[in-house]
Structure formats: C-alpha cells, structure tokens
C-alpha cells in the first residue's frame, strides 16, 4: 500500500481559539475537578473549572497591564509544571503567542530562538534560568518584561492587572479565530540550528478533537469513571503541548510532574492514580526494567522472564484474534496468565499507580515485545507517531486492533502517502503553515499540502505505517550497502544493561557500534552477582560486561542481513548527554555531534 486517506471525525471551529474551552467548562460544569495540584508540603489538591477560569482570567488581566498585547510572543522556560498550562492558556486568552524553550537549553540556544521569534517577555521557572536570559539579554533588544515563577511571578502579574475589568480580556479572546497562531514550537535541532514550526489555533483543535473522538473511551480505567492523566511529558515538546490541551478540551483531570527520575516520578504515579498515561517508551522500559531488577534480588527473575513469555504469547493471541487469524488465548494459556496477574502482573500496574489500563506512546519506536508485555500485563500501549510540523500524532494504533510493532493507522482525517524513495508523506488539518521567517527551509518540506516527513517507513496491507529510518541517517559503506541504523539501535538499547548505542560505519566497510550503559542497572547487576562497583573505566574493560553487550549486538544482527550487521563495538564509560551537546532535549541522539566527540574510538573501531 502506498497511500491512505482515513476520513475525518472531527472539524476545528469556525471561530474561537484554545482559550475558549476554559470558559466554556467554567460556565457549563464550574465545580468539576480539572486540575490536580501539589501544594507546598507535596500533597495533592484539586482545582475547579470555575478556579482555572478565574486564575486565567486575573493572569490575563495582568498580562495586559504589563504590556503584552494581541500577536506578541512571550518565552516560557521551565519544566513541566501547572504554572506552564495557566500561562498558556492566559497567553491564549489574550491572544499571544508562547514560545516553549527546554529548561536546559544553553545560553546561544536560548539567544537564537528569543532572537528568531522577536520574544517580548519571558516566563522563566528560577534563578538559573534568568541567569541564562540575563547572559544574552544584550543581544535581545525587543525583550521587555522577565518574570520568575520561584520568586512570585504569577502573584505578581495578578496584582498588576487586578485593576482591569473583564471585558477588556473577553474583548481580546474574542479577536482569537482558528487561524491564529497559538505557538512557535522549535525543533529540537539533531542537525543545525532548531527551526520555529509555527502552529495555529486550529491545527490544536483538529488534533486533540480528532484524538478524544477517536481514542475517549480508552481514557477510563473502568466505564463511568473520571478521567485523569498526569503529565510528566516535558511542555517544551509539542507532545506534551498536545496532552495539555486534549485534557482541558476533553475535560480530562491533569496533573503536573516535572522530574523524570523514577525516584521521583513513581510516587507521584501512586498519589495521583492516573487513569491512563501518556509517555515515550523509555517510561515503559524502565517500569519493565525495575520490576524485573526486584524480582530478581528476591530470587524470582526466573519467574519473572516466565511472567514475561506468558505475557507476550497471550497479547499475541489477542492480537491475532482482532485480526482474524486465530482464536486467541488457548485455555492453557489463559490458565497461565491468570496465575501471574496477582504475583507480576498487578505489580507492573500498581508502578503506573494501580487504575492505568491504557497508555499512549509516541517519540520514539517502541519494541514490539515491549508492547506486547504490557498488553498482556493489563495494559493496552496504543504507540503513534508523528512530528512538532504535524501537531503531534498523525498516526496511532486504534483501540480495537491494536498491530504492536507499528505505529498505527492515519488518524482520523489524516493521509499518509510512501513516496517513491520511502518516505513518508503527511496531509491534515494537523499540519503545520511553515518555519518562522524560513521560506526556503519551508519549501523543503511542504508541497501541495503535502509535509514530507524526512522518515522512511512502509504501509502494511491493512494499512499500518512501520517507520524504519531517516533519510538523512542512512549509512552507506564502502561495498554500497545503505543500512537504517534505527532498527539495529532499538534491538540492543532494548538489553537491560544498555542506556543507549549509536551505529556508525557510513564510507567505512562495515557496520560498528558506540553503546552507553544504564549505570543504575549495571550497579544491580554487579550486585547479583556480589562483585563490587566498577569505576567507569574498569568496566568497559570487564570481560563479562563484554559478553552481556555482545549478546544483545548478537540479537540485533538477528534482524537484518550479514552485511547490515555489527561486526564490532565500544562500551563507552559515559553516556551521551544533552550538557555535553550530545542529545537533543527530547533526548534524540546528535548523531554528527557524537561522531566527532567520539573520533578516536570510532576510528579505533576500523583498525
């Protein structure tokens, strides 16, 4: 199949932008609980529609009293937190457009893109961050106002603008029409410097409409029950924008969590007790990873790994029966994984805090066993794909028939179209207008409606899109074979003890490999094995380490032929990292970046 078009469910509005969902709710169900809130001692609150309104409102007001009108564009930097989602949305209500920057990104990064979008004011989360602004603010001559969240930003604005009556904000939200532009997104820059994608009001609602007609039920943990999600995406990413405002929309309760560590995230998982999750897949494998890491200190991995190979064959079944290629699960079979639901399968459940029985997955390709897990585990991992030019997913797997391995069929009112070399080609209402002030950029990649992706991937018979690489990351060797590092990379980043692995071999005779290890993994598995620590450089030389990698470059080569695979490797002593220019924010590999920090070793490789 090399095209498909699935009809629409849903239409933006005629008038009206993003904003006017907060009103809306306010005024038609004012005590529904639409946010969960921490306060200062860590406890879990809740905030009404009527609340979020009036905290719009009043921020709204002192916006405009400091001077933000109608088509400015104001920076946000911070991690994800409920502050960022009323700043949105009072930016919104107003008509101003805000630009998410990655609480990490480095002083030029910031200079750039305050720069490129002619930022006016800027929201920031603390010191560190100001600082950051202050380093280039010379070079920033339009930017007026800075405000910091730690030092009473909101509470200042709402005392500015307390003067203000409401009919001067309703008089600015209602100038907003679809068209408008509601945020200029930048890309994460895994080549050159990000580029601006410019969104509109209307690419968010055709999207998140789309996504709550097409996916609503599977929101619930059980029928009746109320909705709920914490977010824990970061809302610099257009994934993360995305959840935000599907859940106002769709009137899902949200939750703000702005650390990734596990330390940190799994208590929140608890407390909160989401009923469904939205996550990349390095969330579900490091569930997967933790709880098989305490099985096997208790002395139970062998029962685990059987949980595992119960799990899998059932959700296979399952799968196969959706499509009408078996009769699913055999008696036995469901003899075995009802045994495991309370010793494994419970438990894996109760990490995502106990409700979760569906989550979303996007970012990145998830392994198709991976997915297959969780399904069996009692959770349905519906996995998409798409990019920040496309409003987030353009594809996902549809509740009923879910294909592991892919990601999904178009969503509704999207087309997807395999141009002639393998790429993929996208077509929607989700589809972005263009780079800020980068026509030619812009060019490149829109034609006739049509947004060219820059991956590959193929549409199976029933119509799944399977990505299988960039264009611009193929490798060619010296003999002309072009090999698609992804698929090598997820097999052996999928072995427990590996955080990461960059294939190189491009003009070189063949395949090779960098990989990084999971240092909390590998601290668990000297300890099985009652060794004690290793200094980095001890353990890229350990012989039985060795042999642990080498299996999973065994198991990758698996997949492709003699002469895609890896011949040989490096254990590197440090993983890649966003601070040293290695990773992008969304944590994609700077492939070039890391082929020049890492010279010496990969030519070591070829020698």
């Not at 008038?15 to 200062?40: I, M, N, T, W, Y």
């Not at 907003?176 to 895994?190: F, K, L, R, W």
């Not at 999207?414 to 002030?437: K, M, P, Q």
Request: proline fraction near 5%; charged fraction near 25%.
């Amino acid at each position: 199949m090399r095209e498909l078009t699935v009809p629409p469910l849903a239409t933006a509005p005629l008038v009206g932008g993003l904003a006017d969902a907060v009103f809306d709710h306010a005024a038609s169900d004012p005590g529904r609980v639409a946010f969960g809130r921490k306060d200062a001692s860590g406890q879990w609150g809740e905030v009404t529609s009527r609340e979020f309104r009036d905290e719009v409102l009043a921020l709204a007001k002192g916006l405009l009293a400091q001077g933000v009108r109608f088509g400015d564009r104001v920076a946000v930097m911070s991690r994800t937190r409920y502050e960022w989602t009323l700043f949105d949305f009072a930016l919104w209500t107003v008509g101003a457009q805000p630009v998410p920057v990655y609480p990490t990104s480095s002083a030029d990064q910031v200079h750039w893109m305050l720069h490129d979008a002619s930022v006016t004011a800027c929201v920031v989360e603390h010191e560190d961050h100001a600082m950051t602004i202050g380093s280039v603010v010379d070079r920033l001559p339009l930017l007026k106002r800075l405000w910091q969240l730690d030092t009473g930003a909101v509470e200042e604005l709402v005392a500015a603008g307390a003067h203000l009556g409401d009919e001067v904000v309703q008089r600015h939200r209602r100038a907003v029409t679809p068209e408008s532009v509601a945020t200029v997104i930048y890309t994460s820059g895994t080549t050159g410097r990000p580029k601006g994608c410019v969104l509109t009001h209307a690419n968010f609602m055709f999207e998140t409409d789309t996504l709550i007609e097409r996916w609503e039920p599977v929101f619930h943990a059980k029928p009746g029950d109320e909705a709920s999600t914490l977010l824990f995406l970061p809302l610099a990413h257009v994934f993360g924008r995305m959840v935000e405002i599907a859940a106002v929309r769709g009137r899902v309760k949200l939750g703000h969590q702005p650390t990734l560590t596990a330390s940190a995230l799994l208590p929140d998982l608890a407390a909160f007790r989401p009923t469904f999750v939205l996550a990349v897949p390095y969330i579900f494998e490091k569930v997967f990873h933790a709880a098989r890491r305490k099985a096997e200190a208790e002395g139970k991995a062998g029962h685990f790994d059987k949980a595992v190979d119960v799990a899998v064959r059932y959700a296979e079944a399952l799968e196969h029966r959706a499509f009408g290629e078996g009769p699913g699960p055999s008696a036995t079979l469901r003899m075995q994984h009802q045994f495991f639901e309370k010793v494994v399968y419970g438990k894996v459940r109760e990490a995502l805090g106990g409700r979760v029985r569906h989550a979303m997955s996007g970012g990145s390709a998830m392994d198709r066993r991976m997915g297959l897990f969780f399904e069996g585990a009692g959770v349905t991992v519906f996995e998409g794909y798409g990019l920040t030019e496309s409003t987030s997913a353009a594809t996902a797997n549809p509740p009923e028939r879910t294909k592991y391995g892919t990601v999904g069929r178009p969503v509704p009112g999207t087309s997807v179209r395999i141009a002639e070399d393998g790429e993929v080609w996208l077509r929607g209402d989700n589809v972005f207008s263009g780079y800020l002030n980068d026509a030619e950029a812009t060019a490149l990649v829109l034609e006739d409606g049509w947004l060219a992706t820059g991956d590959l991937g193929r549409l199976d018979e029933d119509g799944y899109l399977t990505i299988t690489g960039r264009k611009k990351e193929i490798l060619v060797t010296t003999s002309g074979k072009s090999v698609s590092p992804i698929v090598l990379e997820d097999r052996v980043r999928s072995h427990p003890l590996v955080a990461q692995c960059v294939v190189v071999g491009n003009n070189r005779p063949y395949i090779a490999a960098l990989v990084t290890l999971d240092q909390e993994a590998v601290e668990h598995w000297l300890a099985m094995q009652s060794r004690a620590p290793l200094a980095p450089a001890e353990l890229v030389r350990d012989p039985a380490l060795e042999k642990e990698i080498r299996r999973a470059v065994i198991a990758a080569n698996t997949l492709v032929s003699q002469a895609e695979s890896i011949r040989t490797f490096r254990i590197l002593a440090h993983p890649f990292s966003e601070e040293h220019g290695l990773l992008t924010p969304s944590l994609k590999l700077k492939r070039r970046a890391i082929e020049a920090a890492y010279a010496a070793e990969v030519d070591a490789l070829y020698r």
